[in-house]
């Protein structure tokens, strides 16, 4: 889904000196539970003479993430990714050729020293042939429109085949998964969003694609958001859409990925001017069971032995199970030791280390952090406890449901076998289910078909998905 990486969450620093020495290469290393973790950042000057930086992290595929703010303030320089709540602060050598200082996220910080590796910033350059560029054979406007009491900005693009002001369009908005992401749900420089855009546009379809709170052009604070939220954002775009000139509002649709899909059917639950909704991966199992599996799925395709997952697989779930109920960190931080304590004693040292990274009292405390940490936000802490089945059962628009059958985020067999039995007895006909061979869960063809790839892969979405989209799409319009 698309919080994929947690680590990923770096960027703020602090530097002494004038911004002439500090453009260029700054290479380090994060030492998290015993694994180190390559960084660099990339800092040069735009074309206005303003500092911008980057940042990569190479182990994890993960290149080109950019730095929110730059700023110098005497002997220190700071880096910050507001995307992911870090900063880094660190203070320039005399030779101004190291960086000492610590990555701070959230109540965590790690040491990260900096050495200048070369003068001139060079990012790596991403192969993205699937990328639309212009000129566009059809109408592409960027737009701001607002939520029902103002008190939300939204940015977004709107296109449309043509300018014909009689011609209306079948329309669709597009939900983007978890994590904040901006209109193009730009991952690893892939835009599938904009892809999907492009190529519905193309085939007679109108589309809507929206930065997520506090991304791009949209306001609001996304931190304090959860699911609930966005759907209500989500609204706010298809009443957007509703009052475009362009827009056939008797033939109007969502299509959501991951977390969107998900979102999709709430929805769709509700209103009955939704006339068709695709889920990309949406999770239709329960949430907390969705995460389990995925956690253990992830891993396995990081190179842990399936026997160790399997002794790790109870730990998870139980740890959730004995956090969530608690608003008190302390209480919550008990009730998962208690947890581990009783896991750990039954459970291998070497298992304990392959799959929790734990091996001392140090790492234990760090790991059981990390988790209060994530589900007392108030996203996770939703998210966590969702049930996608309260609001499929209720949706009785056409729907189209697919996976990737390589998806180790949102396993494809077992959730749309649940897809098509909820939709089954609530006595909606009108759905369709479908696995894609070889695909992972950005809808690419994978090799691997871990998360760590999907940066590696220059196909950003697949060719026959969105044929597939856009002809069910046009025979759901048809009837």
């Known amino acids: 889904m698309k919080k994929l990486i947690s680590v990923i969450a770096l960027i703020i620093l602090f530097l002494n000196a004038q ?95 900096l050495k200048k590796t070369s003068d001139i910033a060079t990012a790596k350059e991403f192969k993205r042939p699937q990328t639309p560029k212009p000129p566009f054979s059809y109408q592409s406007e960027d737009v701001l429109y607002f939520n029902a009491n103002k008190s939300i900005q939204f940015g977004a693009t709107f296109t449309y085949p043509s300018k014909t002001t009689d011609k209306k369009y079948p329309a669709v908005i597009l939900l983007t998964g978890s994590g904040q992401q901006d209109r193009d749900e730009n991952i690893f420089e892939h835009k599938s969003f904009a892809v999907i855009a492009d190529y519905l546009t193309r085939q007679g379809i109108a589309v809507l694609r929206v930065d997520d709170r506090g991304k791009g052009k949209t306001t609001g604070d996304y931190s304090k958001s959860t699911s609930a939220d966005f759907a209500l954002d989500a609204e706010a775009g298809i009443n957007y859409l509703k009052g475009r000139s362009e827009t056939d509002t008797l033939n109007l649709g969502i299509i959501g990925h991951s977390e969107g899909g998900m979102i999709a059917p709430i929805i769709a639950a509700k209103r009955k001017d939704i006339k068709f909704i695709i889920l990309l991966a949406g999770p239709a199992i329960p949430i907390i069971n969705l995460m389990e599996t995925q956690s253990v799925d992830v891993a396995a395709a990081s190179g842990v032995p399936a026997k160790d997952l399997e002794l790790y697989r109870p730990l998870y779930k139980n740890m959730v199970m004995a956090i969530i109920p608690e608003k008190d960190a302390a209480i919550a931080t008990k009730n998962a030791t208690d947890v581990f304590n009783y896991w750990q004693n039954k459970t291998p040292a070497s298992v304990v280390k392959n799959t929790a990274g734990v091996t001392d009292e140090k790492s234990k405390v760090a790991f059981i952090a990390v988790f209060v940490k994530q589900l007392q936000q108030p996203w996770f802490n939703y998210f966590m406890q969702f049930n996608p089945e309260d609001y499929l059962s209720k949706v009785h628009c056409a729907v189209l449901a697919l996976n990737g059958e390589k998806d180790i985020q949102v396993a494809a067999a077992p959730n749309l076998a649940n897809i098509s039995k909820i939709l089954s007895e609530n006595n909606n006909s009108n759905f369709k289910t479908q696995a894609l061979p070889g695909l992972n869960h950005l ?16 196909e950003t979405f697949s060719p026959e998905v969105l044929q597939i989209m856009g002809d069910w799409i046009k025979g759901v319009v048809k009837k």
Request: proline share 3%; charged share 20%.
């Open 443 to 458: 809808f690419q063809h994978c090799i691997k078909c871990s998360v760590d790839e999907y940066g590696e892969l220059e």
């Open 19 to 113: 911004s002439q020495s500090i453009t260029g290469n700054w290479e380090g290393t994060l030492n998290i539970q015993g694994s180190e973790l390559p960084v660099v950042f990339h800092i040069k000057k735009d074309s206005s003479n303003n500092l911008t930086a980057t940042f990569d992290s190479p182990k994890q595929n993960a290149y080109n993430l950019p730095c929110s703010d730059v700023i110098i303030n005497g002997d220190s320089l700071l880096l910050m990714m507001k995307m992911v709540n870090g900063k880094y602060e660190g203070l320039l050598s005399e030779d101004m050729k190291t960086l000492t200082g610590k990555w701070f996220q959230g109540a965590n910080n790690l040491l990260l020293d």
